[in-house]
């Protein structure tokens, strides 16, 4: 009998998660499916010890439940997903616990280290202050980065600032608000977006023009969509190199998928398959 796998979250009818999977399970000849289902917040813990009951292989969690998830009493997080204070990874464990883990961190470490990055001791510019900027700033305060969190609401910046710091990791962090943006891109290697600037239907709205940026420069943006933003065309005007968001998407998940199977996934097979779904 074919293993389900799944994504739970609303809306959840655009999700690239199956499409990704599932060409990972075919290619592995693992007899395994992956679908999305839509779950409200109110319902998370229900439908996750339904899951569970029915012998899922593991889960994924997509908007709005990934806070809610760190919430419910039957899942243990793991203490990084406890850090970030959001879980986007169930894995259902043999002893019949259930595990909370956040993979965007490394996803996103991962996209930025396939352009070949020295993450430690980096100047990195990390633009935004939500669940993304939370994951990726505690992962690249491990890998010893130097962070400077910018944010439109330079309160939210602070606090994760803080927050990353209380947990003493290697790298350094603060938070300021977006008016000092000009003189820090001046002194940065790495700057990552995580606002909705520059995201379908704003596509035309950005959070540097390439004046701003240098050749040296390596410029992240996690939108992607649309597949090449605003962002990154200033940012190869400018000379930069450049990631695109489709690459934490695909290492988020294959972090995931190794996390409930253990094997290492195609990344390759996985990101072509998310590239022909968003060109479709
Ligand atoms: P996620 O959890 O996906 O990271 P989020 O929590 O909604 O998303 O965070 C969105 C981020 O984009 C926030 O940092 C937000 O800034 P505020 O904290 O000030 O709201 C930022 N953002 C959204 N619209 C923006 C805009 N027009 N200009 C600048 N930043 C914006």
């Known amino acids: 009998m074919k293993r389900v796998f799944g994504v739970f979250?609303?809306?959840?009818?655009?999700?690239?998660?199956?499409?990704?999977?599932?060409?990972?399970?075919?290619?592995?000849?693992?007899?395994?499916?992956?679908h999305a289902f839509r779950v409200r917040p109110e319902k998370l813990e229900k439908a996750i010890l339904g899951a569970e009951a029915m012998g899922f292989g593991g889960?994924?969690?997509?908007?709005p439940l990934?806070?809610?998830?760190?919430?419910?009493?039957?899942?243990?997080?793991?203490p990084l997903a406890d850090k970030i204070?959001?879980?986007?990874?169930?894995?259902?464990?043999k002893t019949g616990e259930i595990t909370g883990y956040n993979t965007d961190g490394l996803g996103a470490k991962k996209a930025l280290l396939e352009v070949a990055v020295e993450i430690k001791g980096s100047k990195i510019v990390v633009a935004g202050a939500g669940g993304?900027?939370?994951?990726?700033?505690?992962?690249?305060?491990?890998?010893?980065?130097?962070?400077?969190i910018i944010n439109r609401t330079e309160e939210r910046a602070i606090e994760l600032a803080v927050d990353v710091s209380v947990a003493a990791l290697p790298g350094r962090i603060k938070g300021t608000g977006l008016a000092g943006i000009k003189n820090l891109l001046k002194e940065a290697d790495i700057l990552i977006n995580t606002t909705t600037l520059g995201?379908?239907?704003?596509?035309?709205?950005?959070?540097?023009?390439?004046?701003?940026?240098?050749s040296d420069f390596i410029v992240f943006d996690i939108v992607y969509n649309p597949l090449e933003t605003r962002l990154l065309r200033e940012a190869r005007a400018a000379g930069a190199k450049t990631v695109s968001g489709v690459l934490m998407l695909v290492f988020q998940g294959a972090e995931a998928f190794?996390?409930?199977t253990g094997i290492e996934p195609p990344v390759?097979?996985?990101?072509?398959?998310?590239?022909?779904?968003?060109?479709?």
């Open 132 to 148: 993304a900027a939370r994951a990726i700033a505690f992962q690249l305060a491990a890998d010893g980065a130097e962070i400077t």
């Open 268 to 280: 390759e097979l996985m990101k072509k398959t998310v590239l022909e779904a968003l060109q479709a």
């Open 9 to 34: 979250g609303d809306p959840i009818g655009h999700s690239l998660s199956p499409a990704m999977h599932n060409a990972a399970f075919s290619a592995l000849e693992m007899d395994c499916v992956y």
């Open 66 to 78: 990934k806070e809610t998830a760190l919430k419910l009493d039957c899942i243990r997080p793991d």
């Open 258 to 260: 190794k996390l409930w």
């Open 199 to 214: 995201m379908h239907p704003n596509t035309e709205t950005t959070i540097a023009t390439a004046e701003e940026l240098h």
């Open 85 to 93: 204070g959001a879980i986007n990874t169930v894995v259902f464990e």
């Open 59 to 63: 889960l994924n969690l997509t908007v």
